[in-house]
Every structure is written in C-alpha cells, then in structure tokens.
C-alpha cells in the first residue's frame, strides 16, 4: 500500500473510526434464556457477546477496570492522542459510545500524574518572589491555594482550562461544523482537552526523565508543556473540533487565550475586595473592585472588537460611525479605569495584560 493510501485511510479512521453493525445471527441469552438476534438481550439487557465463561472472559474481566470496547480507556487515549477533535466533536454531538467517561478519566489520568511524578522522583519548587506576595490575596494565591492546586492535578487543571469556556463559546459560536455549542457541551470540551494535557504532560516527563541534565525537575516539564506542546496541540484541537482553516483557529485560540487572562484577573480582582469587604479592609477592597471593573472594561473591548470583525462593515460598505460607537466609548471608559488605577498606584488591566502574555510566551 502506498504511503498516500495509507494516508487517505488514517484520515478515513480519523473522522469515523467506529463502524456499528448488527450480529445477525439467532441466539439465545446466556442469561435469560430469550431468543434474539440483536447484539444486546430485549428481556435482561445482557450483552449477546457474552457467552459461557472462557479465558477471554478473564481478560475482559481484567480489562473491565479500565471500560470495555470503544469505550475503553486506553481506546479513548489513543484517540486522544489521533484524532482529538474529531473525538470531542463525537463525544458533545451525543455519540458517548466513543469515549471512556470524560471526567473519571480525567481523576484517574491525574492519579497516574501523581504516581508517576513519585517513581520518578520528579517534583516541583514554586518559584515566587516574597516581595511580590505582600497582601492577603497574592498570599493566598501564591500559598494555600498553590499548594491547594498541587494536591488535587484534576481539579487544578479543571480550574484552568475551565477559564476558556465562556471565551471558546463565544469566538466559536458561528464554528462552520459545530455551531451554537452551549456552554455544558464547552465544559465537557475542556475536561476532554484537560485528559489530553495530562496525557502529553506524562509522555514529555517520560522522555525528559530519559535526559540525565534535566531529570528531577517538574518545572522543566511544565515549561515545555506551556511553550510547545499546549499551543500546537489547542491548535490541532479546535481545528478539528470546530472546523475554521489553520489561520483562523490560531487567531481564536490567541484571543481565547487574553479573554482567559483577563477572566482569571476579574475573578482574582473581585475575590480580592469581597475579601476585602469580609475583614473590614475598606481601601484594599476598593482597591481591588476598581482592578477587577478596569480589567471587566478590558473584556468589554476586546469583545466589541471581535464583533466588529466579525460584521466586517467594511466589506458591507456601511456606515463606519454606527459600528464603532461602542468600540469607541469602550476605549473611553478603559482610559477613565487606567487613569484612576495610576492615581491609587494599581496596575491598569493592559499593562496587567501585556506582562501576563510577556511571562506566557517569553520566559
Ligand atoms: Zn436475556
């Protein structure tokens, strides 16, 4: 076979791996005794493939800890690893038959994560700087809940990517093969797409554990992870998942990635002054409401200028003045929200913003 057969055939795989078919043969049920030809029971619901127990029953048996058939967990990683998209795509379009259950694999991804990190002798050294963290919230992000996110891998992972639904939803929500997602079908997307991290986090700390100059580092693990495989393998996801061309899923993903940003610094923001209302800290909640309401304004823009984009009034050939309006009242309002950060000494959200994407793709 050719190398472009093969191709066409792995592409084939990729977009309809499973093929369903009726057993057609007349059986009885080994447990009910009821006469079908179906691949499942009508009375008891016993599976027809179920005979008399043999040694295949003791390996189904063994394997059953891991799901059975399409929906094995090994099965589900492979997919994960060929065809990611196209298996969330499934997965969220109804078909659960395809998939180990999304969230359990996740937990028991994060289990292997853990166990594997102590075989190795693998670890972490948090590497903040005790000038930075000099008030309650830093402390508490940087202390309590760091440490709160390095015991429990599934739901850290779970926290992050989760940033990224309301975002994905709304930048792909006219996606040309899955229009109008809702935002359970984006929760689900994102534990699929935090398996697939874990999975690649395992098998980039399998190779680095190989290299003698690197082995015994978690963060040079979790540095390559953010640099190059997260922002390759997002790429592959959603070109996949969403069908936009090559282009026009880098651009999303990049927005995806600020809108991200800044939700994580609104909630920090607005977490912040309830802590500061809760122990009676007047300025330092005020401080941080006007953080959160110039980062909120910041959001605000961004996506008044995706719609813009969007519309292309420029292509319509329509009044300019009746699409930038709000654009423009946006930038006014965000000015307003920096000039009053600089009198009481906050960071304004775009600067805020530039630093983040500056520590993200420049280390
Ligand atoms: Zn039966």
Redesign the pocket.
């Known amino acids: 076979m050719s190398f472009k057969d093969k191709y066409r055939r792995f592409r084939q795989w990729q977009r309809q791996p499973f093929d369903y078919h009726d057993s057609h043969d007349h059986h009885g ?6 006469e079908s030809d179906n691949n499942y ?1 009508p ?4 599976k027809a493939a179920y005979g008399p127990i043999t040694w295949h029953s003791v390996w189904q048996g063994v394997m059953d800890v891991w799901g059975v058939g399409t929906r094995s967990l090994p099965y589900t990683l492979w997919q994960l690893l060929w065809r990611p998209g196209y298996l969330i795509r499934d997965y969220i379009s109804g078909k659960r038959q395809v998939s180990f259950p999304p969230v359990k694999m996740l937990v028991i991804m994060a289990v292997l994560i853990v166990l594997m990190y102590s075989l190795l002798g693998f670890g972490f050294e948090a590497s903040f700087d005790d000038e930075e963290s000099h008030n309650a919230v830093q402390g508490f992000l940087q202390g309590d809940f760091y440490n709160w996110m390095e015991r429990h891998i599934e739901w850290a992972v779970l926290t992050v990517f989760s940033l990224f639904i309301v975002p994905v939803w709304f930048l792909f929500r006219s996606a040309p093969r899955l229009p109008r997602h809702t935002l359970p079908q984006g929760f689900f997307i994102q534990v699929f797409i935090g398996v697939q991290y874990l999975l690649y986090m395992m098998l980039v700390t399998l190779v680095f554990s190989m290299i003698p100059q690197i082995s015994g580092s978690g963060d040079e693990v979790a540095g390559f992870m953010t640099m190059v495989v997260l922002p390759l393998m997002l790429w592959c996801d959603y070109k996949q998942l969403f069908g936009y061309g090559w282009w026009g899923t880098l651009w999303r993903i990049i927005v995806a990635l600020l809108l991200a940003v800044t939700v994580a610094k609104i909630l920090i923001h607005f977490g912040g002054a309830c802590y500061g209302l809760f122990v009676g800290d007047g300025s330092m909640g005020f401080r941080y409401l006007l953080g959160g309401s110039d980062h909120l304004v910041l959001m605000w823009l961004l996506l008044e200028v995706i719609l813009l984009i969007n519309t292309k009034p420029w292509r319509e050939g329509v009044s300019w003045y009746k699409f930038l309006t709000r654009p423009l009242l946006a930038v006014a309002v965000l000015s307003l929200t920096a000039i009053a950060c600089n009198l009481y000494g906050i960071e304004n959200s775009i600067v805020n913003l530039t630093e983040s994407m500056q520590e993200m793709f420049l280390p």
């Open positions: 049920c080994c447990n009910c005794g009821a029971c009375r008891c619901g016993q």
